[in-house]
């Protein structure tokens, strides 16, 4: 017989059924918790031999085809004749204010422990008692009642048939989800070539909870493909939620439309799309607090019924109908969303909800395995972004400005808030000596000297932000408060893979601390899931990925080569520009005239990559003086969504001219970009795309060195590469599309470059001066 589990904490049911009232994410900081946990322990100890501690307690509730399974843990049981549940609170307030009946949901927290506790132990009465304790002195204050089995059991079953309601939700469309899996065909007619080989690969993976290496070509479907087999993983139980990882905004859409296109079919799944909070946010400005958002006040009153709601209507959580139903409930649509992951079969979000230490799905991965599979799209990016999430920067001129707004209060609070501030400042002009000479200063250890004024900083912040709300620098500690706060945190990951490096840039002191190989910290996040799925078009070289996502011999590596007709497109490299920095104000005029040759030879849409903006803007000025009816577009920094979709929409089918997009690589349009057919036929690189020399990558360079390991091309070919050849692919992605990849730089003729190129970009046709008439002999080849 089918059964529903369901795994959930007392805390968590409690809060599910009886929420209420205001989203309220003031500041409550990190020290007034560690004050709240040492309060009791303080308690706990004052109680003696009779007493235990920390008892962790389970009760299974199985009703029909559930079974709810339920856990918690007691903060101490008194053994005495009658046993006693003690529920501890440590609390702020004056202990004579608080009455017995002041907090019924702490009441109700120790009495489903206390039925649970009896009910294991076969206790027919049993005594509740809560203590509040002050945080600043550990004073305390008792209340006590006793119940009898019977009591309890009414005020948990009460409890249940409340949850019962949500419960029941998970349970009925657990069963629909599944039959449609069950039922679920691949939602074409065929394969294209490599479709099912990928598909067979996505789905052992998952299944033997392992991880799979996949670069397949773009084009090749590689969303649908990986996404349909693991469905059916899940309708046979082997995972039971898919986290879809993208790492731009655009390839969340591709997902979703997979999801669409299989909903078409018959597919029942619900899948919820995470928006950034900053963008989806109703009130732009507003704290989340009851006094300045609307949507804050009186969340809690009408989020359950906005989650009803939506799950009874649709299945796509998009970022439309969230905010749709957000407003209709007048809701905040951010915690709306986290809250439907709970209910989602399939969550599509950013790299750093998973993997990000500051802002991962806590709910999801708080030190807990779950039956999860990871689908990591366009897995190339996942290197860098890891090596920032897991990095961490203090700068050290805020502090003076705080320091200069704090003097001369006369508080004595403030007083000794500022002494904490001089010391920090101190601490940090030490650092700052030993890079005078060189501006730069590398070392292996972590800076311990600064640990423990960080941890005082900290603690005394965390009273100001808590009681000095009126203070006009109050933002810049609280940013200053997280920032050190999160110094710590990845301080407590310093190891053998990081380094410490301080540098003085723009008159400011800035001390890193810097994940050089993030590949350890990768791997522990994945033993959190049950399967991880690697796919890109570019994972190339393959021994590099193997080597950074942790690679191990049972895991599966999948090379797919293109399904599209090798005639539709040709591959022709300019071996006389050379962009290298100290020749690139040469190649000006050379690119120029090379790119307006390109859109001249046939009418069309076309895009060129430049390596950096300044690049860009040297030759762009060059093309705008040719004479010519080539219409330019120039991709401008920083591009709303909005922008950024203008920009795309502008590649339609050309009636009179040609058009040409002048982009930088690795920017919006390098990676993600689905246009097909006549809206791009033709697309420029202009240069191998190595990273700039700075620090960093030459931090890099040398750890991989120490480990015997390419490290040249670690540090600069690999990146460079993959950028490259993501770009490459926005030209044939599809059976019909035909064009030309203009590969312009003389080092695509080295051999350190093309052994990491794909084997089909081979042959080139190499082109100097005599490229007008090649283009032209190439395109009528494409066509014949």
């Known amino acids: 017989m089918h059964k529903t589990v369901i795994d959930i904490s007392v805390r968590e049911l409690i809060h599910l059924v009886f929420r209420g009232g205001d989203l309220d994410a003031r500041f409550v900081g990190k020290q007034r918790a560690l004050e709240g946990t ?129 419960a029941h939700r998970i349970d009925d469309w657990n069963q629909i989800r599944n039959e449609s899996l069950q039922d679920l065909a691949f939602p074409f007619s065929t394969y294209r070539n490599g479709q099912r080989e990928l598909a067979v690969c996505a789905y052992k993976t998952i299944k033997e909870g392992k991880k799979a290496f ?62 950034a909070k900053d963008k989806i946010c109703f009130e732009k400005g507003a704290a989340c607090i009851p006094e300045e958002c609307s949507f804050a006040k009186g ?19 998009n970022r439309i109908h969230i905010e749709h139903y957000a407003q209709k409930y007048h809701v905040c649509p951010f915690e709306f969303a986290l809250d439907l992951s709970l209910s989602a079969d399939c969550i599509i979000c950013d790299y750093n909800y998973v993997f990000d230490p500051r802002v991962n799905l806590k709910r999801f991965f708080q030190d807990v395995k779950g039956k999860y599979a990871f689908l990591i799209d366009e897995s190339h990016n996942l290197v860098d972004r890891a090596r920032g999430m ?55 250890e972590a800076p311990k000297e ?82 991880t799925l690697f796919f890109s078009a570019t994972l190339s070289p393959m021994s590099y990925f193997h080597r950074m996502y942790a690679h191990k011999d049972e895991d599966y590596t999948l090379l797919l080569p293109s399904p599209f007709d090798e005639h539709h497109r040709r591959y022709m490299v300019a071996r006389d520009v050379m962009t290298t920095y100290k020749k690139r104000a040469f190649s000006y005029e050379n690119v120029a005239r090379y790119l307006l040759s390109f ?41 709303s969504e909005e922008e950024k979709e203008a920009f795309l929409n502008a590649f339609q089918k050309r009636e009179s001219n040609s058009m040409i997009g ?55 070919v690999y990146p460079g590469l993959n950028k490259v050849m993501q770009a490459a692919g926005r030209v044939i992605r599809t059976e019909e599309d035909k064009g030309v990849i203009l590969l312009m730089d003389e080092r695509y003729g080295y051999y350190t470059y093309q052994e990491v190129m794909p084997s089909d970009w081979q042959p080139y046709y190499t082109t100097y001066s005599d490229f007008k008439s090649a283009i032209e002999e190439t395109w009528k080849m494409i066509h014949d």
Not at 391 to 399: G, M, Q, R, V
Not at 414 to 430: E, G, P, R, S
Not at 460 to 471: E, G, R
Not at 688 to 707: F, N, Q, T, W
């Open 662 to 716: 002048f982009c930088v690589l690795g920017g919006s349009f390098s990676e993600g970009v689905d246009l097909r057919g006549d809206r791009l036929i033709g697309t420029a690189i202009v240069g191998v795309g190595l990273p700039m020399v700075c620090l960093e990558r030459e931090i890099i360079k040398s750890y991989h060195e120490a480990h015997d390991e390419d490290a040249f091309s670690y540090a600069y």
């Open 38 to 166: 040492k309060a009791h322990q303080v308690v706990q100890k004052r109680m003696g031999d009779h007493y235990s501690p920390e008892v962790t307690i389970k009760h299974i509730f199985e009703e029909d085809n559930l079974q709810i399974n339920i856990s918690g843990r007691i903060d101490g049981v008194i053994h005495e004749k009658t046993k006693i549940i003690d529920e501890i609170k440590s609390t702020l307030r004056p202990l004579e204010t608080i009455e017995e009946d002041d907090y019924p949901m702490h009441w109700l927290q120790g009495e489903l422990y206390a039925y649970f506790y009896a009910k294991a132990y076969d206790l027919n009465e049993i005594t509740l008692q809560l203590t509040y304790v002050t945080i600043d002195d550990y004073a305390t204050k008792h209340f006590q009642r006793t119940y009898n089995l019977e009591t309890l059991e009414g005020i948990f079953l009460h409890v249940m048939s409340l949850y019962l309601e949500f």
């Open 214 to 275: 996949i670069q397949a070509p773009t084009g090749i479907g590689k969303t649908i493909s990986t996404i349909f087999p693991t469905l059916k993983a899940m309708a046979e139980d082997h995972c039971s939620k898919m986290f879809y990882l993208t790492a731009k905004t655009i390839t969340r859409s591709v997902a979703e439309e997979a999801f669409e296109i299989m909903r078409a079919k018959g597919l029942k799944l619900k899948t919820v799309t995470l928006t």
């Open 599 to 639: 859109a001249q030879s046939k009418m069309g849409n076309y895009i060129v990559f430049f390596s950096s903006y300044a690049y860009k803007k040297a030759v762009l000025e060059i093309f705008e003086s040719f004479e010519s009816d080539v219409e330019i577009l120039d991709q401008k920094r920083d591009l």
């Open 299 to 317: 969340h809690y009153n009408r989020v359950n019924d906005a989650i009803k709601d939506i799950l009874d209507h649709e299945d796509n959580l």
């Open 450 to 531: 600064l640990y423990q004024i960080m941890r005082r900083f900290v603690e005394k912040a965390d009273v100001i932000l808590n009681d000095y709300k009126h203070l006009v620098c109050y933002d810049d500690i609280l940013d200053y408060y997280f920032a050190t706060l999160n110094f710590l945190n990845i301080f407590e990951l310093f190891d053998e893979h990081y380094k410490t490096y301080v540098t003085n840039e723009q008159g400011d002191l800035h001390i890193h601390l810097f994940c050089v190989d993030p590949a350890h910290l990768i791997e522990e996040t994945l033993k959190l899931g049950a399967g």
């Open 390 to 444: 897991y990095s961490a920067e203090i700068t050290k001129k805020p502090l003076l400005e705080m320091k200069r707004h704090l003097k001369g209060k006369q508080d004595d609070v403030l007083d000794n808030f500022v002494k904490v501030i001089t010391k920090y400042n101190k601490a940090l002009i030490d650092y700052r000596k030993q890079c005078e000479a060189t501006e730069t200063y590398v070392f292996d």
